[in-house]
């Protein structure tokens, strides 16, 4: 059974970059075929897709979010992680990992508070 | 972009009923739709992928359907475990990806 959990702090300064990885389980990320997502729910709201990457390293973005985000993968480690830089109010959110193309599976999500 | 419109905003119904939910795209998206679940505290969780296939483990008081630009998702008979909030999602411009608004099942 497949199983992905998110790291990282859960309190970010603004104007500083958010950083958070997510660590797979039961598969490899390797594995062909399947993509790998962030997608972020500020508290109350609903579900925004953030971006997406192939274990090859192609990556897709928000078109909203594209001029901050970046989404890499080490697939020695089985992790794909995400920084979003210069972060505000606006981005505190559950922070979620996915695995695309379906988001079949989802880790447990993990609240960023971006705060001074 | 493709915007996808969610209807209505709340739908208040007792156990037993049966659930109604609607899901418009600005464009046609032909049947690359998915339908999730989501209860408080929790990810979301996937019932239906590509308008009308169920995911694993879903079981078949969920069904949905649909093609373009309407789609449905349709609870046969509410379970206790079903209120929530569902969210449709499309991936019709893949790899660049938009969810609905969502549309909140609460108990009458």
């Known amino acids: 059974q497949l199983q992905m959990q998110e790291s990282g702090p859960g309190l970010v300064k603004p104007s500083e970059t958010l950083s958070l990885t997510c660590t797979v389980s039961?598969?490899?990320?390797?594995?062909?075929?399947?993509?790998w997502g962030w997608i972020r729910q500020p508290p109350g709201k609903g579900l925004e897709w953030i971006g997406s990457?192939?274990?090859?390293?192609?990556?897709y973005y928000n078109p909203s979010l594209k001029s901050r985000v970046s989404i890499s993968v080490d697939s020695s480690k089985n992790q794909f992680s995400l920084k979003l830089t210069s972060v505000t109010a606006a981005d505190t959110a559950v922070y979620y990992c996915?695995?695309?193309?379906?988001?079949?599976?989802w880790g447990q999500g993990t609240l960023v508070t971006v705060s001074s | 972009e493709i915007v996808l419109t969610q209807s209505p905003a709340t739908l208040s119904l007792s156990p037993g009923e049966r659930a109604t939910l609607s899901c418009r795209a600005s464009?046609?998206?032909?049947?690359?739709l998915a339908w999730f679940q989501q209860k408080p505290g929790q990810a979301p969780r996937l019932l239906i992928y590509?308008?009308?296939n169920r995911a694993t483990g879903i079981p078949p008081r969920f069904s949905g359907s649909g093609s373009g630009t309407d789609f449905t998702l349709t609870i046969s008979s509410l379970e206790p475990e079903d209120f929530a909030v569902y969210y449709c999602?499309?991936?019709?411009?893949?790899?660049?990806?938009?969810f609905g608004p969502g549309t909140k099942v609460d108990i009458k």
């Open positions: 999602q499309q991936r019709n411009k893949w790899p660049l990806l938009t």
């Open positions: 590509d308008a009308s």
């Open positions: 464009q046609s998206i032909s049947t690359y």
């Open positions: 039961g598969g490899s990320i390797s594995r062909s075929s399947y993509y």
């Open positions: 996915a695995r695309n193309v379906y988001f079949d599976y």
């Open positions: 990457i192939y274990y090859s390293g192609s990556t």
